[in-house]
């Protein structure tokens, strides 16, 4: 008779616990543009390329992940060079960072529409 809710119990228990890794792993680690909410990206002004160094500089909003609340110009490597072709001087862009041994590193960005 307790058999069956035993069994129950642990079938709805594993099922939580799956649900719950499930949400997890699709939740971490940086995303690409196309998968963050707009809110989560920040808005800046491209200032400078360096293809070469695999930095690009930005004048840019508040980044409020990381209690910057004030807009500023700042240098920032990025995780793949090749996102920045076809970035130049002047163009609006949109992009997220991560934060890697006390430096903000760019993971995605793309020109702002």
Same mark, same amino acid.
């Given at each position: 008779m307790f058999k069956p809710l035993i069994i129950a119990g642990i079938v /709805?228990?594993?099922?939580? #616990?799956?649900?719950?890794?499930?949400f997890a792993?699709?939740?971490?680690? *940086?995303? =690409?543009v196309g998968q963050l909410a707009q809110s989560d990206l920040i808005e800046g002004e491209v200032r400078k390329v360096d293809?070469? /160094?695999g930095k690009i500089t #930005?004048?840019?909003?508040?980044?409020?992940?990381?209690?910057?609340?004030? *807009?500023? =110009?700042?240098?920032?490597?990025?995780?793949?060079?090749?996102?920045?072709?076809?970035?130049?001087?002047?163009?609006?862009?949109?992009?997220?960072?991560?934060k890697e041994g006390g430096s903000l590193t760019i993971t995605s960005i793309r020109k702002a529409n």
């Open positions: /709805a228990t594993l099922a939580a #616990i799956f649900a719950t890794a499930s792993a699709t939740t971490r680690g *940086p995303a =690409t293809m070469s /160094a #930005i004048r840019h909003g508040p980044i409020p992940k990381y209690d910057m609340a004030s *807009p500023m =110009t700042m240098v920032f490597p990025t995780s793949n060079t090749a996102m920045l072709a076809g970035l130049a001087a002047g163009d609006k862009v949109v992009f997220d960072v991560i």
